[in-house]
């Protein structure tokens, strides 16, 4: 019975890939799989600047792609393993490099541009290699769900693999999830600031129940008078750059969101590193020590 093998297609964000780029990735995909790097297509936005090419030799395509480069729509590129020429349970197994860089308005549309790796014919195990090889040679990324940008995307990663502390991914998951960046990261600090209070009470320290802001820094860590050792002692002032730490905390991000300040608005590229950040703090706390 002959074996059915479905085919395989990954979506990735748009980068301009060079001929060097190319010309590696033709040495990578042939040393793993015995194959030849075959130019099926290329298509212009305006058939002034070349004709749509079928099946072009390597040279043409890098002569085409140095003088029109601006010009192009797309590209595709084949590689036949060699592996499967003899022997194998199927007669035709390909892996397909498209890469689409500009709508067929011929503007540049990010919703339309972007790099699609296909499989036809192969093993699933031989098409997440040839994936593999791709993306590390031409440094593809994800391509990014609708709606959302490679932020978001990132921050997305965070919240599904990196969070680990139960009570911050309860604090913080719904509101990145649906995209409420300034409310997670406002969650976060308030949390810090509420565990700081809570260990300070758990080591005796009831005054600290009221107490808010640098003054519950200098209640948990205060070198003489405060009532927490923090982990790692790796210094002898360890107390006092704990304090400086979690006084640096407060002034800088609790006493901001504390006063509804938008801190970081419209840019996402640091708020995954925020929210780490406040799980470090939290993990600080946790392994702190009464005195």
């Not at 002959?2 to 040393?31: M, N, S």
């Not at 290699?129 to 995307?153: N, W």
């Not at 925020?274 to 706390?285: D, G, K, S, V, W």
Request: aromatic share 12%; charged share 30%.
């Amino acid at each position: 019975m002959k074996r059915y093998v479905p085919d395989y297609e990954e979506a990735f964000a748009y980068r301009e890939i060079t001929i060097t780029d190319l010309q590696a990735l033709r040495r990578a995909v042939g040393k793993r799989f015995g194959a030849e790097m075959y130019c099926a297509e290329v298509k212009a936005v305006e058939q002034q600047a070349f004709e749509q090419e079928w099946g072009i030799s390597w040279e043409k395509f890098c002569a085409l792609l140095e003088k029109h480069r601006a010009d192009f729509r797309r590209y595709s590129f084949y590689f036949y393993p060699g592996k499967y020429d003899k022997g194998a349970p199927i007669t035709r197994v390909q892996f397909e490099l498209h890469v689409i860089r500009r709508s067929k308005f011929g503007d540049r549309d990010d919703a339309e541009r972007h790099v699609a790796l296909r499989g036809l014919g192969c093993y699933p195990q031989d098409f997440e290699a040839f994936v593999e090889i791709t993306v590390g040679t031409l440094q593809l990324q994800k391509r990014p769900p609708a709606g959302m940008d490679s932020d978001d995307v990132a921050i997305e990663d965070w919240r599904m693999r990196a969070i680990r502390n139960p009570d911050l991914a309860a604090s913080v998951s719904g509101a990145l999830a649906t995209r409420r960046y300034e409310e997670a990261m406002q969650n976060a600090v308030i949390l810090v600031e509420s565990k700081l209070r809570d260990k300070c009470v758990w080591a005796g320290r009831n005054d600290a129940k009221t107490v808010t802001g640098n003054d519950l820094a200098v209640i948990a860590y205060h070198p003489d008078t405060g009532c927490l050792r923090p982990p790692w002692p790796v210094a002898a002032n360890a107390e006092q750059g704990a304090m400086q730490l979690f006084m640096g905390f407060i002034q800088y991000l609790r006493n901001a969101f504390g006063h509804n300040a938008v801190v970081m608005g419209g840019d996402k590229s640091s708020v995954s590193e925020l929210l780490a950040f406040c799980e470090f703090l939290l993990r600080i706390i946790e392994k702190s020590t009464k005195r």
